[in-house]
């Protein structure tokens, strides 16, 4: 069975793009083999794996709109992680796919059609609640929602959850939370203190042990075109990344 994962929350810039890229690395690490998905117009992940979302012509979008093949739109980055890339045009994909019939479920449909044998598909999702992140929310069955320490908004998270429960009882039963993700955590902040605090009064067990750190490392990594997992093995990011891939292998 391949597990499905989206990454998901609206509020931009709390560590979704580099949770899919690092864990998508740590999770192939360890053997699987695994698909990342890039549903943002501004493709930093595909930026990240060093592919040009620019050049690339055969993406999530020419997936989403065109009804290509998975297996015909996707890139393998090592022997066992491949990456669906995303482009610019992903913008326009909101209206396009406005017109089609079942818009919600193209996602979901493209990888049920795919027989792409995979272990793990994470897919990473833009700062909104538009048709994109829909797609993303339709085609998985688990979602990980990360959430910054240096900045708490329950506001967002709690708009994010309720898409999640309309999601779960009109589109798509199978949705459940995998679990909240404390990313950006400082151990000298008390304000990261705090947050992990209120996430767990909040959603209890369902925040993850490990948080993420704030750490250099994780930031650079990728500028070099590598996950922290290649880049700095022995980082406490990248120690973080492969404990959670581990809490997320034996999670079901
Ligand atoms: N744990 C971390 N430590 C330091 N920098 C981080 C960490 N996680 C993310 N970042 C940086 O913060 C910025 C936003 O992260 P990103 O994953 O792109 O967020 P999102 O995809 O939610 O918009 C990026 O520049 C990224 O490199
Ligand atoms: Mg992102």
């Known amino acids: 069975m391949t597990r499905q994962i989206a990454i998901a929350n609206q509020k931009g810039g709390v560590g979704k793009t580099t949770t899919t890229f690092n864990l998508g690395a740590a999770l192939a690490e360890r053997g699987a083999q695994v698909l990342m998905i890039d549903l943002d117009p501004q493709s930093a ?7 040009d979302p620019h050049s690339i012509t055969r993406t999530t979008f020419t997936l989403l709109t065109r009804d290509a093949s998975l297996a015909s739109c996707l890139r393998n980055l090592s022997p066992n992680l491949h990456l669906l890339p995303g482009s610019v045009d992903l913008a326009t994909a909101e209206v396009t796919l406005a017109n089609k019939a079942n818009a919600p479920f193209r996602l979901r449909d493209a990888l049920a059609n795919g027989q792409v044998p995979l272990d793990y598909v994470l897919i990473d999702t833009p700062p909104s609640l538009g048709l994109l992140t829909v797609n993303a929310l339709v085609a998985a069955k688990e979602l990980l ?12 998270v709690r708009a994010l959850l309720e898409t999640v429960w309309l999601i779960h009882k009109k589109m798509n039963p199978d949705l459940d939370l995998l679990g909240v993700l404390a990313t950006m955590y400082r151990a000298d ?10 996430l767990r009064s ?34 406490a990011g990248a120690r973080a990344y492969r404990q959670l891939a581990e809490v997320i292998h034996h999670a079901q």
């Open 202 to 235: 909040v959603f209890e067990d369902k925040v993850f042990e490990m948080v993420i750190p704030d750490e250099n490392a994780i930031a650079e990594s990728p500028a070099t075109s590598q996950s922290v997992i290649a880049y700095k093995p022995d980082s």
């Open 145 to 156: 929602i990360p959430v910054q320490c240096q900045f708490l908004s329950m506001r967002t």
């Open 45 to 51: 992940l595909t930026a990240s794996c060093g592919l």
């Open 189 to 198: 902040s008390l304000h990261s203190k705090e947050v992990v605090a209120e």
